[in-house]
């Protein structure tokens, strides 16, 4: 079985927690810009309220056997100080079912059947 984790990460962050994972063996990771917010709603910076706080999403796909220890570097690298602080970020863990090869239509996860490519 594989897992994906969804990490979202600080923007100062995120070349950190790149790095620590190739370095980890872990180099195949998807990056993308987010904005949101969490139970705080936002930060108030004087009279301004900003509601969605830009972040860096990180997804990664791993063998099971490994998800606590790419947790264990993501949350290492990704937390500000010693102890963390409000807006660090969220991980996200699901279990990951199938994935498919577009060019190929080839199952890559628990392959029982591929699926027919139309030419």
Same mark, same amino acid.
């Given at each position: 079985?594989?897992?994906?984790?969804?990490?979202?990460?600080?923007?100062?962050?995120?070349?950190? /927690?790149?790095?620590?994972? %190739?370095?980890?063996? &872990?180099?195949?990771?998807?990056? %993308?810009?987010?904005? =949101?917010?969490? $139970?705080?709603? =936002?930060?108030?910076? =004087?009279?301004?309220? &900003?509601?969605?706080?830009? $972040? *860096?999403?990180?997804?990664? /796909?791993?063998? *099971?056997?490994?998800?606590?220890? /790419?947790? $264990? +570097?993501?949350?290492?690298?990704?937390?500000?100080?010693?102890?963390?602080?409000?807006?660090?970020?969220?991980?996200?863990?699901?279990?990951?079912?199938?994935? &498919? +090869?577009?060019?190929?239509?080839? $199952?890559?996860?628990?392959?029982?059947?591929?699926?027919?490519?139309?030419?």
């Amino acid at each position: 079985m594989k897992a994906m984790i969804k990490a979202i990460v600080r923007p100062e962050k995120v070349n950190a /927690v790149m790095s620590a994972l %190739m370095e980890s063996g &872990y180099p195949a990771v998807t990056r %993308m810009s987010v904005a =949101g917010r969490g $139970k705080q709603r =936002g930060i108030k910076i =004087g009279e301004i309220t &900003y509601d969605e706080i830009p $972040k *860096e999403m990180l997804l990664s /796909v791993v063998d *099971e056997k490994d998800r606590d220890f /790419v947790l $264990k +570097t993501i949350l290492a690298t990704a937390r500000t100080g010693e102890k963390g602080a409000f807006g660090d970020g969220k991980i996200f863990v699901s279990p990951v079912i199938a994935s &498919y +090869t577009i060019s190929s239509g080839k $199952k890559n996860i628990d392959l029982e059947e591929d699926l027919e490519v139309a030419s």
